[in-house]
């Protein structure tokens, strides 16, 4: 496909390179081209089957991940359904089964496997217990996480560990651990739920925006080593999801944050993002943006004008510190 997108782009190129003799234009055009060609040429590929294929979600007790867990049974997949709550996955489970009840198409009862990703000796537990229940994973969602709200100044070292513990080190290790019998297999996608802060530092998020840098980072590489054993990465950074995420924030002391914010309140429908999860997998995507326009704009900004967007993010930090009526840590 590849090569065929470069001929045609090369073909494009040298065509306009015939009519307008050539030059800059004709270049970025024909660069265009090939792009156009290759987005066109992956679309046409059948889409990656769902239907009775082992899918395992992390966070599947609440939010995002139960409803990807929604999604992804009601199209008939094998589901493991982790978390650190028994009670909580069960709950997840009793809808499913009801509306497997209510539904005409054919879906498989749930398992679960209950443990907490910041725990590396729990995660190896937890993956023999994964792969001793259907025997292979073919779809990893690594979707578990934990936001954070403070001012570095006012933080513990232990909250930063912590949060990179949950949102790095977990899907990290967990992967590690499910990867061999992947690769052996020559099959196996894995999903990571990143965020717009896995490509954006914003003040007062150090503790989740570096463990997103950190996992978009790893899981690129990842993408790029297991090419060769036909595995697929797709790494999915949403803006704002109505979810729990900022009630279970933790604060600088280590502290709950406990406020549902005005724009977790007004994200996107979690249903919306799972469905983009679903289509992630279905059509192998590598890279998957769910940016609103200010998040988009911001993207560019960083990109393309560094020193404005950094001005702007250090007057985002004055504000937020002036309205938390955080202290000046010097003057302490
Ligand atoms: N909401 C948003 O605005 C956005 C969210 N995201 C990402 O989406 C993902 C899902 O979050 P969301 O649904 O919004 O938030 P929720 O707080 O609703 O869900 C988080 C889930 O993670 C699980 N979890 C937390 N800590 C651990 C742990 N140590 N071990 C195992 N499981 C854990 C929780 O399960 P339990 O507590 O039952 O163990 C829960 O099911 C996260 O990775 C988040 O960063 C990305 C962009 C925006
Ligand atoms: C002169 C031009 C000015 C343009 C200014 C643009 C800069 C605006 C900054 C807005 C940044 C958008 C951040 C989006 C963050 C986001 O969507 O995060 C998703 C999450 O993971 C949410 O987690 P949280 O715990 O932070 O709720």
């Not at 055009?29 to 060609?37: A, C, D, E, Y």
């Not at 294929?53 to 589901?79: D, K, P, Y």
């Not at 690769?183 to 007062?204: D, E, L, Y």
């Amino acid at each position: 496909a590849a090569c065929w997108s470069l001929a045609g782009g090369a073909g494009g190129a040298a065509a306009l390179e015939r009519v307008m003799g050539g030059g800059p234009l004709s270049l970025v055009l024909g660069g265009l081209g090939v792009l156009l060609l290759f987005r066109m040429v992956r679309r046409l590929r059948p889409g990656a089957r769902v239907r009775d294929s082992v899918v395992v979600i992390t966070g599947a007790s609440s939010g995002l991940g139960r409803e990807c867990a929604r999604v992804f049974h009601a199209a008939g997949a094998r589901l493991v359904l982790c978390g650190r709550h028994a009670g909580r996955l069960q709950e997840t489970v009793e809808e499913l089964n009801e509306a497997a009840g209510r539904g005409h198409t054919q879906t498989h009862p749930p398992s679960t496997v209950t443990f907490d990703l910041s725990e590396a000796g729990a995660v190896e537990r937890a993956a023999e217990e994964i792969l001793r229940l259907h025997g292979n994973v073919d779809v990893l969602i690594n979707n578990a996480g934990i936001s954070y709200r403070g001012n570095i100044l006012e933080t513990d070292l232990s909250v930063q560990r912590a949060v990179m513990d949950t949102n790095y080190f977990g899907p990290v290790a967990l992967t590690q651990a499910l990867l061999p019998s992947m690769v052996r297999r020559r099959s196996g996608h894995v999903v990571v739920i990143s965020s717009i802060q896995g490509r954006i530092a914003i003040p007062h998020r150090s503790a989740y925006a570096a463990s997103k840098h950190a996992t978009q980072a790893y899981f690129d590489c990842l993408r790029a080593e297991v090419e060769r054993y036909g595995l697929e990465v797709s790494v999915v950074s949403p803006g704002y999801i109505r979810t729990n995420l900022s009630r279970n924030a933790l604060t600088g002391d280590g502290s709950q944050y406990g406020v549902l914010d005005r724009t977790t309140a007004m994200g996107r429908d979690p249903a919306d993002v799972a469905r983009a999860v679903l289509e992630a997998v279905r059509r192998r995507s590598k890279d998957v943006l769910l940016a609103g326009l200010l998040a988009t704009v911001a993207l560019y900004l960083r990109t393309l004008c560094p020193a404005l967007f950094f001005k702007v993010m250090a007057m985002r930090a004055r504000h937020l510190n002036l309205k938390h009526n955080l202290s000046e840590i010097v003057n302490k």
